[in-house]
T-cell receptor
Framework: KQEVTQIPAALSVPEGENLVLNCSFT??????LQWFRQDPGKGLTSLLL?????REQTSGRLNASLDKSSGRSTLYIAASQPGDSATYLC??????????????FGQGTILTVHP | ETGVTQSPTHLIKTRGQQVTLRCSSQ?????VSWYQQALGQGPQFIFQ???????GRGNFPPRFSGLQFPNYSSELNVNALELDDSALYLC?????????????FGPGTRLTVL
């Protein structure tokens, strides 16, 4: 059974800092890994999707890496801003079998960026 | 092109009641997945519907059931509500159930069970 863990559970940083969010998963048989952002009480916004054959993806100030063999991914946020404050969720998509393409999520990292 | 929409936005029910949540998939998407997100937790997969048939199910009891209609919109029904059913219910649609197809999420329905 796939399990996804995110560390830290919460993070508070001053504006302008670079930061790293960590995600680990127990079963390396994944199709891809996705990072989402969730604002309080809202739905999910996809940030980055990394295919299992890729090592990293970049979008603006965000960079996500994937090491499938070790079951780890990191989300790097450069020059953080108060608008980045949200919960960040990591999710993996199982590879074939009975996965149905379902996503298995971590519990999230609550990020607060203060001015 | 409209995105995934869900209704209602919020809902309050009492223990033992039944509830129906609705989801309209993104244009052209024939697959809908439902997730439950309890407070402070990540979303958990409930089930997936493809062409009006259940195509996979997570670890949820039978009182969680669903429907998909010919226009690919979907309903999630929960019978005999329990306090622990209080959560944000998210619907996601995709072009097909194939693993490589990205899922696009709606804004969710917040269910409170008293």
């Amino acid at each position: 059974k796939q399990e996804v863990t995110q560390i830290p559970a919460a993070l508070s940083v001053p504006e302008g800092e670079n930061l790293v969010l960590n995600c680990s998963f127990t079963d390396s048989a994944i199709y891809n890994l996705q990072w989402f952002r969730q604002d309080p009480g809202k739905g999910l916004t996809s940030l980055l999707l990394i295919q299992s054959s890729q090592r990293e993806q970049t979008s603006g100030r965000l960079n996500a890496s994937l090491d499938k063999s070790s079951g780890r991914s990191t989300l790097y946020i450069a020059a953080s801003q108060p608008g980045d404050s949200a919960t960040y969720l990591c999710a993996v998509r199982g590879a074939g079998g009975t996965s149905y393409g379902k996503l298995t999520f971590g519990q999230g990292t609550i990020l607060t960026v203060h001015p | 092109e409209t995105g995934v929409t869900q209704s209602p936005t919020h809902l309050i029910k009492t223990r033992g009641q039944q509830v129906t949540l609705r989801c309209s998939s993104q244009s052209g998407h024939n697959t809908v997945s439902w997730y439950q997100q309890a407070l402070g937790q990540g979303p958990q997969f409930i089930f997936q519907y493809y062409r009006e048939e259940e195509n996979g199910r997570g670890n949820f009891p039978p009182r969680f059931s669903g429907l998909q209609f010919p226009n690919y919109s979907s309903e999630l029904n929960v019978n005999a509500l329990e306090l622990d059913d209080s959560a944000l219910y998210l619907c996601a649609s995709s072009l097909s159930p194939r693993t490589e197809r990205e899922q696009f999420f709606g804004p969710g329905t917040r269910l409170t069970v008293l």
